[in-house]
Nanobody, 123 residues
Framework: VQLQASGGGLVQSGGSLRLSCATS????????IGWFRQAPGKEREGISC????????MYSDSVKGRFTISKDNAKKTVYLQMDSLKEEDTAVYYC?????????????????WGQGTLVTVSS
């Protein structure tokens, strides 16, 4: 299983970015894909998850209403549209995968991880 996150960058507060997570080596329809982030000096935080099984999505309270997770089954890619960005959204963002559905947003529930992409939100 391989995952590659991309799309990070520098954006002003209130702006938008869309992250992509390209996957390979997995049966996309049977996996849950999650987005996580880690800010300097802080623990990794699960922020969203989607799975084709049961068409389930989850969001953390910190991003609910501002971020939207979506997927392109043909491209085996999951996206994270981030709107109304705040300085506190600054972090390295990771995508991760695990077989099954989105049981939780706990990092320990995801076995496969990609490299992160840095998102910096300036004032």
């Amino acid at each position: 299983v391989q995952l590659q996150a991309s799309g990070g960058g520098l954006v002003q507060s209130g702006g938008s970015l869309r992250l992509s997570c390209a996957t390979s080596g997995l049966s996309f329809n049977t996996y849950a894909i999650g987005w996580f982030r880690q800010a300097p000096g802080k623990e990794r935080e699960g922020i969203s998850c989607t799975s084709n099984r049961e068409q389930h999505t989850m969001y953390s309270d910190s991003v609910k209403g501002r971020f939207t997770i979506s997927k392109d089954n043909a491209k085996k890619t999951v996206y994270l549209q981030m709107d109304s960005l705040k300085e506190e959204d600054t972090a390295v963002y990771y995508c991760a995968a695990d077989h099954g559905v989105c049981w939780s947003l706990g990092a320990g529930d995801f076995a496969s991880w990609g490299q992160g992409t840095l998102v910096t939100v300036s004032s």
